[in-house]
């Protein structure tokens, strides 16, 4: 799926569905509408100010169609952050499955800037360790940095991909500021 990483575009998410056994058949799908990450998406439960049990997630959707049951998916993600480690990132597919790509840090690997990622069951690095540890830069080439996501993509296999898919990111902690 690496190949979608040469591609130059304005993309803040893209989302890879391969429908086929074979990567010819993969579809890209995304969506580059901007939005705040910040005091004002806080996660239930959180300890921001404003996290009174109630879920004001930053959302972006995409429809898909024309596919058959996915085989494989990955999810590339652009999104600046002054401490990434407060972000809760899950992905929704039109059946209702969700799974937690990016859990808010709590081992303070994810105290530092921005996500410029592509997360895929199969890459050997976790999210927020190793050498993806460091601040990422925002710009160009997108989704420079591969990493595993913290619950395996591979819920979504073998489900009907058409439909709307929901992206989810909340922020769980105050005072940092982001963009989607």
Request: charged share 20%.
């Amino acid at each position: 799926m690496r190949a979608f990483n040469s591609l130059i575009c304005r993309a803040l998410w893209m989302m890879c569905i391969v429908a086929t056994p074979t990567l010819a058949h993969a579809q890209s799908f995304t969506n580059t509408t901007a939005g705040a990450i910040n005091d004002s998406t806080f996660c239930a439960g959180g300890t921001n100010a404003n996290g009174n049990g109630v879920v004001n997630d930053l959302e972006r959707t995409f429809s898909v169609s024309g596919l058959t049951a996915v085989t494989d998916l990955n999810v590339a993600l652009v999104a600046a952050h002054t401490w990434r480690g407060d972000m809760d990132v899950r992905l929704e597919s039109p059946l209702g499955t969700e799974v937690q790509l990016i859990d808010v840090d709590t081992t303070g690997a994810g105290n530092q800037d921005n996500y410029n990622i592509e997360l895929s069951d199969e890459n050997l690095e976790d999210v927020n360790t190793g050498s993806h540890a460091t601040a990422n830069d925002t710009n160009p080439p997108y989704y420079e940095f591969y990493v595993r996501p913290d619950n395996l993509l591979s819920a979504f296999d073998g489900e009907d991909p058409n439909g709307t898919w929901t992206l989810k990111v909340c922020d769980d902690y105050t005072g940092e500021n982001g963009n989607f």
